[in-house]
């Protein structure tokens, strides 16, 4: 079984827990509260703009030049086509220059994004590229999955065709048969750790979809910081 698959294979309990998250549904479905989508942009755009820089380590950790060109190009591609989405969907939404001043990633945004790091700094390109799969590949299956519901909102209706994309599916299998050449080539401690950057993210990614539903904030906010060095 090929390194991609037995990874599959794995995290199917945590990924059919994504299908069936009420905020992927209702988004497929068209029901989903523009709140909850509305605070997953800009959540999302933290995380895309983090996800694009680690993208790029990755590409000063590969071997090789032509990998090192590769991962730029993935790093390009979710500036200009997923980041330039969350622009539109930011205009289409009333997201306000404040807004966007103010925003404070919630801790899941947050704790994923550093997990990301993490895999980065503490380890080879194997790991960087275990640790930012799921994200294709998750998306990739919920867009085909949602390919063929018709949801009655067109921001919705725009976010499922990016992902149900044939563009997107090419970033997908390319970063699958990279991950399966690595896994060739290096040891069974590594790619026990690989394995479990796979999982983190897998169930990250299902985290994720909660915040944006839940509209996840801190505990203590920071007026409530403020508050109390006033007092
Ligand atoms: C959290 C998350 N994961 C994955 C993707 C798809 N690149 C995304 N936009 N956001």
């Not at 086509?81 to 289409?92: G, I, P, V, W």
């Amino acid at each position: 079984m090929l390194f991609s698959e037995q990874l599959r294979k794995a995290v199917d309990p945590i990924w059919e827990a994504s299908f069936h998250h009420p905020f992927v549904k209702e988004l497929g479905e068209g029901t989903l509260d523009l709140r909850c989508f509305r605070y997953y942009v800009l959540q999302d755009s933290y995380y895309l703009t983090h996800f694009a820089k680690v993208q790029a380590l990755g590409g000063a950790m590969a071997d090789d030049l032509q990998t090192t060109a590769s991962m730029a190009h993935h790093a390009q591609n979710t500036y200009e086509a997923e980041l330039r989405l969350h622009e539109t969907f930011m205009k289409e939404l009333g997201i306000t220059e404040e807004e966007k001043a103010s925003f404070v990633p919630a801790p899941t945004a947050y704790a994923y994004t550093s997990h990301m790091y993490r895999a980065a700094f503490a380890g080879h390109f194997g790991d960087v590229l275990a640790a930012i799969l799921p994200c294709y590949w998750l998306y990739y299956e919920i867009g085909e999955r949602l390919k063929h519901c018709k949801p009655n909102h067109p921001i919705y209706a725009k976010w499922i065709e990016a992902y149900g994309s044939d563009w997107f599916k090419q970033l997908v299998e390319q970063q699958i048969a990279r991950l399966n050449d690595i896994a060739e080539t290096v040891s069974a401690k590594d790619l026990e750790r690989m394995k479990q950057h796979f999982w983190i993210s897998s169930q990250y990614e299902y985290l994720f979809w909660d915040m944006a539903y839940k509209l996840e904030h801190w505990p203590i906010e920071e007026e409530d910081v403020y508050a109390k060095e006033r007092a």
